[in-house]
């Protein structure tokens, strides 16, 4: 394939790819850009195999992995539920970074095969990108791991420091610093080699410090890193396409972090350096104390829906895991034949994700016009007569607004005790992922209905 029609490819490719995030800016047409997506990755993947132009042998194993590589994502993401997308989007996260460090890896003992040199004589700019490409995509495989293991449950999700932390990873990023400088000044392979350890290893740093609260930024701001990590290789590889996604991901994934931490009242340096700041979680949840609660059943949540003129829906973590959505959209359109107005606030961390509950109402087929967002609802609680939390904890914790000591002090959360009554659907009085007891459990208008979040909203139902 001519040098030309790859570029102009690319450029295809790199438009189909804005037109991605343009699309999967908003629920209605996210689909769509789904779509463009695909296609552009399609087209990319389609060029840089045509470009090569040499079929030799060697195109048979790169076909056999291609093969392999895209059965393995197309099962798992097919066989996935919604409740371990977070986890999912980490493991890819790895993946991109580790990809990027492989790549480098083979261009820093290979240069000749990337046109970039001869090993000790690697182009001085080829050597700053792929190394580059290597920290950041170490950072982002070691970072994605233990946010991976975070989220599944298998590590803890409180804050894990230790005194000096903080120095130790200013150290640490100052080191690579000087590691860059030297290896481009020696092209030493024992200085390569240090490193991408060290980057692997403050990646690991970075991320343990950071709270259950801050996971959703996580997730994010490891998008932007897997993003910048595939735009340096993509330099290093002189791939258009490979610069033009990396770009794209990279900076919709800072700006997406950004927006994240305004909306969480963090500051986002502050997150991304590790969880400056994070206070101790684990014994805040563990000295609460004994208070009395009201619970109720279906039959009593069904008699307050059924006098009630307004009902706000507050969805959270608890209504995936116990894949509720299509229940409490049953249960809603009973509601509205009974001339009920309904609502949904979706707070913009609530699940392990950014956009978690969007997907999940859009999955239900719930009306995009009844879904609103923290700022545009927070106001209609106080004239509501039932507030429903299915599954929903830290984000509807008052004590983000009461208690400078949480580690969700400051936090913006729905403000659902202000509504009449509040129906909060839950297995126990267990903290959230955050770690902390939620004040509105305590409540004198709150009503407890512990149960499966399906099994609960189904006999609200029946009894409406």
């Given at each position: 394939?001519?040098?030309?029609?790859?570029?102009?490819?690319?450029?295809?490719s790199g438009v189909l790819f804005i037109l991605a995030l343009r699309g999967l800016s908003s629920p209605e047409t996210s689909r769509?850009?789904?779509?463009?997506?695909?296609?552009?990755?399609?087209?990319?993947?389609?060029?840089?195999?045509?470009?090569?132009?040499?079929?030799?042998?060697?195109?048979?194993?790169?076909?056999?992995?291609?093969?392999?590589?895209?059965?393995?994502?197309?099962?798992?993401?097919?066989?996935?539920?919604?409740?371990?997308?977070?986890?999912?989007?980490?493991?890819?996260?790895?993946?991109?970074?580790?990809?990027?460090?492989?790549?480098?890896?083979?261009?820093?003992?290979?240069?000749?095969?990337?046109?970039?040199?001869?090993?000790?004589?690697?182009?001085l700019a080829s050597l700053i990108e792929m190394a580059i490409g290597a920290a950041v995509g170490a950072i982002t495989f070691s970072?994605?791991?233990?946010?991976?293991?975070?989220?599944?449950?298998?590590?803890?999700?409180?804050?894990?420091?230790?005194?000096?932390?903080?120095?130790?990873?200013?150290?640490?990023?100052?080191?690579?610093?000087?590691?860059?400088?030297?290896?481009?000044?020696?092209?030493?392979?024992?200085?390569?080699?240090?490193?991408?350890?060290?980057?692997?290893?403050?990646?690991?740093?970075?991320?343990?410090?950071?709270?259950?609260?801050?996971?959703?930024?996580?997730?994010?701001?490891?998008?932007?890193?897997?993003?910048?990590?595939?735009?340096?290789?993509?330099?290093?590889?002189?791939?258009?396409?490979?610069?033009?996604?990396?770009?794209?991901?990279?900076?919709?994934?800072?700006?997406?972090?950004?927006?994240?931490?305004?909306?969480?009242?963090?500051?986002?340096?502050?997150?991304?350096?590790?969880?400056?700041?994070?206070?101790?979680?684990?014994?805040?949840?563990?000295?609460?104390?004994?208070?009395?609660?009201?619970?109720?059943?279906?039959?009593?949540?069904?008699?307050?829906?059924?006098?009630?003129?307004?009902?706000?829906?507050?969805?959270?973590?608890?209504?995936?895991?116990?894949?509720?959505?299509?229940?409490?959209?049953?249960?809603?359109?009973?509601?509205?034949?009974?001339?009920?107005?309904?609502?949904?606030?979706?707070?913009?961390?609530?699940?392990?994700?950014?956009?978690?509950?969007?997907?999940?109402?859009?999955?239900?087929?719930?009306?995009?016009?009844?879904?609103?967002?923290?700022?545009?609802?927070?106001?209609?609680?106080?004239?509501?007569?039932?507030?429903?939390?299915?599954?929903?904890?830290?984000?509807?914790?008052?004590?983000?607004?009461?208690?400078?000591?949480?580690?969700?002090?400051?936090?913006?959360?729905?403000?659902?005790?202000?509504?009449?009554?509040?129906?909060?659907?839950?297995?126990?009085?267990?903290?959230?992922?955050?770690?902390?007891?939620?004040?509105?459990?305590?409540?004198?208008?709150?009503?407890?209905?512990?149960?499966?979040?399906?099994?609960?909203?189904?006999?609200?139902?029946?009894?409406?």
């Open positions: 394939m001519s040098a030309n029609l790859s570029a102009i490819l690319y450029l295809v769509q850009g789904n779509l463009f997506g695909i296609i552009g990755m399609v087209i990319a993947v389609t060029v840089t195999f045509l470009s090569v132009g040499n079929f030799s042998s060697g195109f048979i194993y790169v076909i056999i992995f291609l093969a392999i590589g895209g059965s393995i994502g197309a099962f798992i993401a097919y066989r996935i539920p919604m409740t371990a997308m977070p986890e999912l989007v980490a493991g890819f996260h790895s993946l991109v970074g580790l990809a990027a460090v492989f790549v480098a890896i083979s261009a820093f003992i290979n240069p000749s095969a990337f046109n970039l040199g001869t090993p000790g004589n690697i182009k970072g994605s791991v233990i946010a991976f293991l975070k989220l599944q449950g298998i590590m803890s999700g409180a804050p894990i420091t230790f005194k000096g932390q903080h120095l130790l990873n200013a150290l640490l990023l100052i080191l690579i610093v000087i590691l860059t400088i030297y290896l481009c000044s020696t092209q030493s392979s024992n200085l390569f080699w240090i490193l991408i350890a060290i980057s692997f290893l403050i990646g690991f740093l970075i991320i343990i410090p950071i709270g259950g609260a801050d996971m959703p930024v996580v997730i994010s701001m490891l998008n932007s890193y897997s993003g910048w990590a595939a735009a340096g290789i993509g330099f290093t590889l002189e791939n258009t396409a490979l610069i033009i996604t990396g770009a794209l991901v990279g900076s919709s994934g800072a700006i997406l972090s950004y927006i994240m931490c305004k909306g969480m009242n963090r500051s986002f340096f502050n997150v991304i350096l590790g969880g400056f700041g994070a206070t101790d979680q684990t014994s805040q949840s563990q000295n609460k104390e004994q208070r009395p609660v009201k619970s109720g059943n279906a039959d009593d949540a069904a008699f307050l829906m059924k006098n009630a003129s307004s009902v706000i829906i507050v969805p959270g973590y608890g209504m995936a895991v116990a894949q509720a959505q299509h229940a409490l959209r049953e249960m809603v359109d009973t509601l509205k034949k009974n001339d009920i107005k309904v609502s949904y606030a979706i707070h913009p961390v609530a699940g392990r994700m950014p956009g978690h509950m969007n997907v999940l109402l859009a999955e239900a087929n719930v009306p995009y016009d009844e879904v609103f967002e923290l700022e545009e609802i927070n106001n209609d609680f106080a004239n509501a007569d039932v507030a429903f939390v299915i599954g929903a904890n830290d984000v509807t914790n008052p004590v983000a607004k009461t208690d400078p000591q949480s580690p969700i002090y400051g936090m913006p959360v729905l403000d659902v005790e202000k509504c009449k009554s509040v129906l909060f659907v839950k297995r126990s009085l267990s903290p959230g992922y955050a770690g902390i007891d939620n004040d509105l459990f305590y409540k004198e208008n709150t009503l407890m209905l512990f149960a499966d979040a399906k099994k609960m909203t189904e006999d609200i139902t029946k009894n409406l």
